[in-house]
């Protein structure tokens, strides 16, 4: 088998759901099984387990960058990737190598055959395989869905960290914050330290009456001390995310605070770790950018960013057919001008039903049935000092991404 036809056949292996998330039934003895099947790897790591709505990965990525800045080895698993599958298992910003997953895969293919292994089980415990062989110092786990049945909390990590929480997965999750935020509150584990960025009242008491219960430590990211370089070199969403790292790093006893790696690593955090598909600039004439949020507290974000600018908007939107992704239309500015398109996977959102949103809302713009018709147009309808952001879902990212590489 080589490398190719190992991926080729990876990429067959069916989601954790189907189209309309009929089959969602996530259990963790399936997961428990495969890791007592490849010897436990998760045993022999020092695992940082990371979950959350948003800025999951951006805090995986910042984390990793100060620690790397102060020394050490350290493994990052998050999804989903965007051009290449090795961009969820990374150790010091390296993607794991294809000779790895071309032997997990032969040496494991028939396990996961007949126990129908999921996708995401599979890049999760080949993540700890690879950072087991590969002796890293930490290893920085992104919770993929949820987090009390998400394959990644099979692990006992030295800490955890949730980020936010919001509205996103509401099928699978709950639809109220208390419900999502009772989820997300599973990767809290005993005696193990948590921090929390969270910032409204009832939820902070929701996540201290928890971590009070399994006798855990928890720290609340209240305060946000770090800088943003300038107004579009990077998202002002990360504050939150520089401020939730550090508290990560600072609760590690045997790292000795070094203030100046710190703001090297936050300044340059997405060149550390390799980090894309982030408030990611990709043209500078116009100015180009892609970001990855796609659920309305995510946009919130990026959309006051982007008002406070002099400089015509050009938006290209496109997201899946899920349930309150249309609400994000109602937060779009009318003076931006926007290209709906349609991502190039089943789960897609049909324009049709996006352009009659928009019609009510009373926004220009224009329909496309695929992002990479969408930008062509923007660009050419665009001048130089035009501003043309790029989101709605990781698949129109890794879209343009994919079709940017080629150009």
């Known amino acids: 088998m080589t490398y190719n036809q190992a991926i080729d056949w990876l990429f067959k292996i069916p989601l954790s759901f189907n189209r309309n998330y009929d089959n969602y039934d996530l259990k963790l003895e399936p997961v428990y099984k495969f890791c007592s099947h490849v010897g436990n790897p998760q045993n022999d790591l020092k695992i940082i387990h990371i979950g959350g709505t948003n800025g999951k990965g951006s805090t995986s990525h910042i984390t990793s960058a100060i620690l790397q800045k102060h020394g050490k080895r350290i493994g990052i698993f998050s999804s989903p990737h965007l051009i290449d599958f090795r961009e969820r298992i990374k150790i010091n910003g390296e993607y794991i190598e294809k000779k790895f997953i071309k032997k997990f895969i032969s040496k494991y293919r028939s396990f996961i055959i007949k126990n129908k292994s999921s996708f995401f089980e599979i890049s999760f415990i080949m993540s700890l395989c690879y950072f087991q062989k590969k002796k890293v110092d930490y290893a920085i786990i992104e919770v993929g869905l949820g987090g009390r049945l998400d394959a990644t909390n099979i692990c006992n990590p030295i800490l955890s ?6 509205f996103d997965h509401k099928k699978f999750l709950g639809n109220t914050l208390k419900k999502i935020a009772l989820e997300k509150a599973g990767i809290i584990k005993y005696k193990t330290p948590v921090v929390v960025g969270e910032k409204r009242k009832e939820l902070k008491k929701l996540f201290k009456d928890i971590s009070t219960k399994f006798s855990s430590q928890i720290i609340f990211t209240d305060s946000i001390r770090a800088n943003i370089k ?3 070199n990077q998202a002002s969403y990360q504050l939150y995310n520089i401020e939730a790292a550090k508290k990560i790093v600072e609760l590690i006893d045997e790292i000795k605070i070094d203030n100046s790696k710190i703001l090297s690593a936050v300044d340059n955090f997405e060149s550390i770790t390799n980090f894309i598909g982030r408030w990611q ?3 500078d004439k116009p100015l180009v950018i892609v970001d990855s949020a796609h659920n309305y507290n995510a946009f919130k974000e990026v959309v006051s960013q982007l008002e406070n600018t002099r400089k015509k908007i050009k938006m290209i939107f496109g997201t899946l057919n899920k349930i309150d992704q249309l609400k994000i239309i109602d937060l779009l500015p009318k003076n931006f001008f926007y ?11 049909p324009v049709e039903k996006i352009k009659f949103k928009a019609n009510k809302n009373n926004i220009k713009f224009k329909i496309f049935k695929s992002s990479i018709s969408a930008y ?4 050419y309808e665009c001048n130089l000092d035009d501003i043309i952001f790029i989101s709605g879902s990781s698949f129109v990212v890794s879209e343009i991404l994919k079709n940017n590489e080629k150009n």
């Open 339 to 349: 290209y709906f398109c349609e991502p190039n996977i089943d789960r897609f959102m």
């Open 281 to 283: 600039i990709i043209k």
């Open 161 to 166: 960290c949730i980020t936010n929480i919001g």
């Open 376 to 379: 062509k147009e923007a660009l």
């Open 230 to 232: 300038n107004q579009f």
